[in-house]
């Protein structure tokens, strides 16, 4: 049973508006959770991340809220750029397996000119 | 600094044929880890290494062997393909955990596209 999920598998927003993805997990053990974004053939890099004693996280356009008495995190990039355009995968962690991330199954992201 | 890099790109197998996959870092990190992603699945753990000479079964391990004989490298051996195992393959890396925030931080390298017919 996935442990974090992205329940929205695409979203499209205009160029400058705000772009909100989210994400729900149901294990309330873990201490970190962290966003990180995918283009097509290249591997996920780091975006953003907030530690579960946090709310909230800022990052440039990137933000990042976390509400833990409904277990739901959310990333909010303002204003969306064209080249924010990609796949945006949550995580959780540590994991059961003391070091690893757990995934959601990600949110394809596209920003329209 | 190359960061995490895999070999090779593509690959093409046969059903029963093996292969390995090889992933290096050069940022001295102490923690390795193998993913795979499907469609519509996110990225699953394979196998991963807290260490040279550790390896640890992650969540979909069968099938599927690993190797870390030095620190730099982590390889990920298919000994006898199936078509189940047609994926791209990532690698990553990360200095490990010890309660600070950046430390959590994984490197990923590029990936590696196999096809098993």
């Known amino acids: 049973d996935q442990q974090v999920k992205q329940n929205s598998p695409s979203l499209s927003v205009q160029e400058g508006r705000i772009s909100i993805l989210n994400c729900d997990y149901t294990?309330?053990?873990?201490?970190?959770f962290l966003w990180y974004k995918k283009y097509p053939a290249e591997g996920p890099t780091f975006l953003i991340s907030?530690?579960?004693?946090?709310d909230k996280n800022e990052d440039g356009r990137f933000t990042v809220f976390l509400n833990k008495s409904a277990k739901h995190l959310s990333l909010h990039i303002v204003p969306s750029q064209p080249g924010d355009s990609a796949v945006y995968f949550c995580a959780e962690g540590p994991s059961a397996s003391g070091y690893a991330l757990n995934f959601g199954k990600g949110t394809s992201l596209l920003v329209t000119p | 600094n190359a960061g995490v890099t895999q070999t090779p790109k593509f690959r093409v197998l046969k059903t029963g044929q093996s292969m390995t996959l090889l992933c290096a870092q050069d940022m001295n990190h102490e923690y390795m880890y193998w993913y795979r992603q499907d469609p519509g699945m996110g990225l699953r753990l394979i196998h991963y290494?807290?260490?040279?000479?550790?390896?640890a079964k992650g969540e979909v391990p069968d099938g599927y062997n690993v190797s870390r004989l030095k620190k730099q490298n982590f390889l990920l051996g298919l000994e006898s393909a199936a078509p189940s195992q047609t994926s791209v393959y990532f690698c990553a890396s990360s200095y490990g955990w010890d309660g600070t925030e950046a430390y959590n931080e994984q490197f990923f390298g590029p990936g590696t596209r196999l096809t098993v017919l």
């Open positions: 907030i530690s579960s004693i946090k």
């Open positions: 290494s807290v260490g040279e000479g550790t390896t």
């Open positions: 294990n309330s053990m873990f201490d970190y």
